[in-house]
C-alpha cells in the first residue's frame, strides 16, 4: 500500500492560486490511479478530481472544470492539483488518495473505493 503526503494549502484571496503537492511513498504511484477529495466543514468528503494509470483519463467535479487541473511527474512519484481562480466555496481539506483499480465516471468521486489516503492540507479562499 502507498503512503501519501500532501502539502501547498494555505490561506489565499478570491481569484488566486494553489498548487497541490501529493508524494507517494513506498510504492509507484504509475501503478495506482489518484484521486483528490475536499471536506468543507459540516460537509461530506467530495470528489474534486481523478486521475487514471494508463489510459489517460481525468475527471473534475463540474464546480472545478476549466479551473482545476490535475497532473504527475512519474519521476518524483508525485501528484498535483494545480487550483485557478480560487473561490471562497474552495474552502476545505483537501485530500489525494490511491487505488490500484481502473474507476469510471460514475464511480471515481467516491471516497470508499479508495485504499490509501494522505492526512490532508487546508485551503482557505477568502479575502
Known amino acids: 500500500q502507498v503512503q501519501l503526503v500532501e502539502s501547498g494549502g494555505g490561506l489565499v484571496q478570491p481569484g488566486g492560486s494553489l498548487r497541490l503537492t501529493c508524494i507517494g511513498s513506498?510504492?509507484?504511484?504509475?501503478?495506482?490511479?489518484i484521486g483528490w477529495f475536499r471536506q468543507a466543514p459540516g460537509k461530506e468528503r467530495e470528489g474534486v478530481s481523478y486521475d487514471s494509470r494508463g489510459d489517460a483519463r481525468t475527471y473534475y467535479a463540474d464546480s472545478v472544470k476549466d479551473r482545476f487541473t490535475i497532473s504527475r511527474d512519474s519521476a518524483k512519484n508525485t501528484a498535483y492539483l494545480q487550483m485557478n481562480n480560487l473561490k471562497p466555496e474552495d474552502t476545505g481539506v483537501y485530500y489525494c488518495a490511491a487505488d490500484p483499480s481502473r474507476m469510471s465516471g460514475s464511480t471515481w468521486f467516491h471516497a470508499q473505493y479508495y485504499d490509501s489516503w494522505g492526512q490532508g492540507t487546508q485551503v482557505t479562499v477568502s479575502s
Open positions: 513506498g510504492s509507484n504511484l504509475d501503478y495506482y490511479v
